[in-house]
């Protein structure tokens, strides 16, 4: 069984991380009081690791300044990279963004749906967030240096992970007084976890692979292909149903990715219940 490192395992991704793959059997390292800057320390503990799980990172758009973002996110990266090459580490694994193609604040612009990993990805100038720009950067970084050092790397676009929502307004959108922001970009645990398992184990034959990941449908209340015709008629649509429009075919091709569908029955009894809640709310209010 693989031996695997993980930075950044007290944030919400390696909070989600850690429990799964110590449950699947792997010998996991990931002391959360690492400091990725102390490089000498952080190789040694590489050292005899097969892959590097790199979570450690500002995991949000608006948290920081637009300094803080290039230290930690892109100069880390380039830091923690580093070590793996002088530990001889044999995989890397990056957590990448769907904010890459200017989802956060309404900035992407599809060339299709569903959107693959090669749509167009706006720059600082056209709205993209520092966030998404260091994501970027990463990505490029490692593209280039991944063949040099030996190191197979992937690259996951995360969005929404093991949240089961999307932060749009629903009604709003009906209303067509805003745009989705995400593109009903998300990820159960559950498909998250059967993906990250599929990197860890399958070799691709290149040294760099970056990937979209998602479910593969979006939840049966929204009209995907009516918000299509609303919002991006003129954009060439390839979905079909609910599916949701970013796409997940390249991991399905060169993974062999099978992502569950949502189980509607477990979506139904919340939604019936929260209104029995709210039912039962009004009538306390208002005596009805």
Same mark, same amino acid.
């Given at each position: 069984? @693989?031996?695997?490192?993980?930075?950044?395992?007290?944030?919400?991704?390696?909070?989600?991380?850690?429990?799964?793959?110590?449950?699947?059997?792997?010998?996991?390292?990931?002391?959360?009081?690492?400091?990725?800057?102390?490089?000498?320390?952080?190789?040694?503990?590489?050292?005899?690791?097969?892959?590097?799980?790199?979570?450690?990172?500002?995991?949000?758009?608006?948290?920081?300044?637009?300094?803080?973002?290039?230290?930690?996110?892109?100069?880390?990266?380039?830091?923690?990279?580093?070590?793996?090459?002088?530990?001889?580490v044999k995989k890397f694994v990056f957590p990448s963004s769907g904010c890459v193609y200017g989802f956060w604040g309404n900035h992407?612009?599809?060339?299709?749906?569903?959107?693959?990993?090669?749509?167009? @990805?706006?720059? &600082?100038?056209?709205?993209?967030?520092?966030?998404?720009?260091?994501?970027?950067?990463?990505?490029?970084?490692?593209?280039?240096?991944?063949?040099?050092?030996? &190191?197979?790397?992937?690259a996951l676009r995360l969005e929404n992970v093991g949240t089961g929502v999307w932060r749009e307004n629903i009604k709003d959108m009906?209303?067509?007084?805003?745009?989705?922001?995400?593109?009903?970009?998300?990820v159960s645990s559950e498909n998250y976890h059967q993906m990250l398992k599929l990197v860890i184990e399958r070799d691709l034959d290149?040294?760099?692979?970056?990937?979209?990941?998602?479910?593969?449908?979006?939840?049966?209340?929204?009209?995907?292909?009516?918000?299509?015709?609303?919002?991006?008629?003129?954009?060439?649509?390839?979905?079909?149903?609910?599916?949701?429009?970013?796409?997940?075919?390249?991991?399905?091709?060169?993974?062999?990715?099978?992502?569950?569908?949502?189980? &509607?029955?477990?979506?139904?009894?919340?939604?019936?219940?929260?209104?029995?809640?709210?039912?039962?709310?009004?009538?306390? &209010?208002?005596? @009805?």
């Amino acid at each position: 069984m @693989k031996k695997i490192l993980v930075t950044g395992g007290s944030g919400e991704i390696g909070r989600n991380t850690i429990p799964f793959l110590r449950k699947e059997g792997y010998d996991i390292a990931a002391n959360f009081e690492d400091d990725i800057w102390d490089t000498e320390r952080l190789t040694g503990r590489m050292k005899g690791e097969d892959v590097v799980i790199h979570l450690a990172a500002i995991p949000h758009p608006h948290m920081a300044g637009s300094k803080d973002y290039w230290l930690l996110n892109y100069e880390g990266t380039k830091t923690v990279f580093e070590c793996a090459k002088r530990a001889a580490v044999k995989k890397f694994v990056f957590p990448s963004s769907g904010c890459v193609y200017g989802f956060w604040g309404n900035h992407a612009k599809p060339d299709k749906f569903p959107i693959s990993e090669e749509n167009y @990805k706006p720059s &600082i100038e056209e709205g993209l967030t520092i966030y998404g720009a260091t994501k970027i950067a990463c990505e490029e970084y490692l593209k280039e240096e991944s063949e040099k050092a030996g &190191i197979r790397t992937i690259a996951l676009r995360l969005e929404n992970v093991g949240t089961g929502v999307w932060r749009e307004n629903i009604k709003d959108m009906y209303k067509g007084t805003c745009k989705l922001y995400h593109f009903f970009a998300s990820v159960s645990s559950e498909n998250y976890h059967q993906m990250l398992k599929l990197v860890i184990e399958r070799d691709l034959d290149g040294f760099f692979e970056v990937f979209n990941v998602g479910d593969e449908y979006v939840h049966p209340s929204i009209d995907v292909q009516q918000m299509i015709r609303r919002y991006w008629p003129e954009v060439p649509n390839y979905t079909k149903g609910n599916e949701a429009l970013y796409s997940i075919e390249k991991a399905k091709k060169l993974l062999g990715y099978k992502p569950g569908k949502p189980n &509607i029955d477990i979506h139904r009894r919340i939604y019936q219940y929260s209104r029995r809640r709210l039912f039962k709310l009004a009538k306390l &209010i208002t005596g @009805k």
